[in-house]
């Protein structure tokens, strides 16, 4: 598919469509000691031997934390609308419970009056994975009791920055948390109990529609949404156990979590799959469901790549780099949950691959877009694309600029597929889009591959944490200046 030139993309934007890039806490912050941050859930699992790429560690990341004016001259350079970021839980509530960290939160305030200074809008994530290491211990989200932690931490947040968050994100990929971390291990907290992992999605989105009511009674002027990864589920043949598990796959992908958000209730369970699902029903309780459909301002939509599924286990083994649904892959990548799964995901040969061996296909977010609009019809809000973006390999140490016009052909590919997608006549016809955030701004600790995936626009030579704008900025630059030259 051929780049679209920046001029063509930037007069279809709306003249209210949101321009960001996307980071995380944990994934950029370093100073995990500093100034009274607790421990993550994600920082014990990093400790683990050989669940981290390489070994490598967060302890410093990108060392945002420390340099925090610079990513925001980096941010103000851009041009862009707005700046999502999440706030680190344990660095405000070390142990998740109790007294507030004033330091942390003064990091936040500072954070968030720089980017209203540079003309940026913040958009805050509340949960990140970056469960406090108590909690955790105690259960994290497989006890009810984090997600009553978790709106007493949201009412907090409402009551501090709530005056100058423009939009607040509740939850970040509830289904990554439930099916990487407690059901196959390969994320923290390193469970790995399948289907018994199911409780851990019911309480992300408990705490979801609990930290609504907290920001609103607290005050906080933005808009809420919570943001979910979604993939469109393909089987990989006409073959009746083909596409039962490809059904399986798409209601735990998918509409597990976006049905309960939006229409107020779980989807109906194949007969396939009902024994597994016990321990979901277990954990709800009389009025979950209205806590959790909550009015939202926006609905956040992670989107990566399609799934194809085939009954059985595995063929072979994943490739090197990636693990289930296309993840991170760390040293430990086989864990025994895979091979007790009864299907597996297979391969799509026709398209090309990022680093991650993800499928680069634009058209099917489009396929995306219009899943949602006949799912959800006038309960789906308006859809901001939370994340976009893709990892390729690129050197560690560079002197000049990297040109990486595979990254930027994948933005623009996928950025124009989903605007054509929601116009007169469009496949997703119907749906607002209402904005689009780059995934990500910096290199930086991709969770369990740590530093050997680089996702961002900015490259950090990680031994000197020297940042230098790639090509992929150049061109982000570029569209946010005319898109403004486009406004009336």
């Known amino acids: 598919m051929p780049r679209p030139a920046v001029e063509r993309l930037a007069s ?45 560690s967060p302890a410093v990341a990108t060392d945002h934390y420390h340099r925090l004016e610079e990513d925001v001259a980096l941010i103000a350079r851009l041009g862009v609308d707005a700046y999502r970021l999440s706030i680190a839980w344990p660095r405000v509530q070390p142990d998740g419970r109790g007294s507030w960290n004033e330091k942390g939160w003064a990091f936040y305030d500072r954070l968030v009056d720089a980017l209203l200074a540079a003309g940026v809008s913040p958009v805050v994530t509340l949960y990140h994975w970056d469960t406090p290491l108590p909690l955790e211990n105690d259960g994290g989200w497989l006890a009810r009791a984090t997600a009553l932690r978790f709106a007493d931490y949201a009412a ?61 009674a607290a005050g906080a002027r933005g808009g809420i949404g919570i943001t979910n990864l979604h993939a469109p ?135 995306q877009l219009a899943e949602l609009r006949t799912r959800y019809a006038s309960a789906l809000p308006p859809v901001v694309v939370t994340e976009n973006g893709a990892s390729f390999p690129e050197p560690d140490r560079v002197d000049g600029e990297i040109d990486d016009r595979q990254r930027i052909d994948y933005l623009a590919s996928h950025l124009e597929a989903a605007l054509l997608a929601v116009r007169p006549g469009g496949p997703a016809e119907g749906v607002r889009l209402a ?27 990680f031994e000197t944490l020297k940042r230098t704008p790639k090509a992929s900025f150049e061109w982000l630059r570029r569209l946010s200046a005319a898109r403004r030259a486009a406004r009336p």
């Open 233 to 367: 589920v393909f089987p990989k043949s006409r073959r009746p156990l083909d596409r039962a598990h490809a059904g399986v796959f798409d209601l735990i992908f998918n509409r597990l979590y976006a049905d309960p958000v939006l229409l107020g209730r779980y989807p109906r369970i194949p007969w396939l799959a009902r024994a597994d699902f016990r321990p979901l029903a277990a954990a709800v309780r009389p009025g979950d469901l209205a806590t959790i459909r909550q009015p939202l301002d926006f609905y956040g939509l992670n989107y990566y790549y399609p799934v194809r599924v085939a009954a059985g286990g595995p063929e072979a083994e994943p490739r090197p780099g990636t693990g289930p649904g296309g993840q991170p892959a760390a040293d430990n990548e086989h864990p025994s949950a895979l091979s007790r799964l009864p299907f597996h995901l297979a391969d799509f040969p026709e398209f090309p691959r990022t680093g991650f061996g993800w499928p680069i296909a634009p058209g099917h977010i489009a396929v």
């Open 156 to 216: 907090e947040a409402g009551r501090r920055l709530g005056d100058r968050v423009a939009r607040w994100i509740t939850v970040n990929e509830p289904v990554t948390v439930t099916l990487n971390g407690y059901a196959l291990g390969v994320h923290a907290p390193g469970r790995e109990l399948l289907f018994g992992a199911l409780p851990s999605a019911h309480h992300q989105l408990l705490a979801h529609g609990l930290s609504t009511q907290a920001l609103r």
């Open 435 to 461: 904005g689009w955030f780059v995934w990500t701004l910096l290199d930086n600790f991709e969770w369990a591959a740590g530093y050997s995936q680089r996702f961002g626009l900015v490259h950090v030579d």
């Open 12 to 56: 279809l934007l709306p003249p209210d469509f949101l321009l960001g890039v996307a980071t995380a806490a944990f994934q950029i912050e370093g100073g995990v000691h500093d100034d009274g941050r607790g421990l993550s859930g994600w920082d014990d699992f990093a400790g683990r031997p050989g669940a981290i790429a390489n070994g490598d």
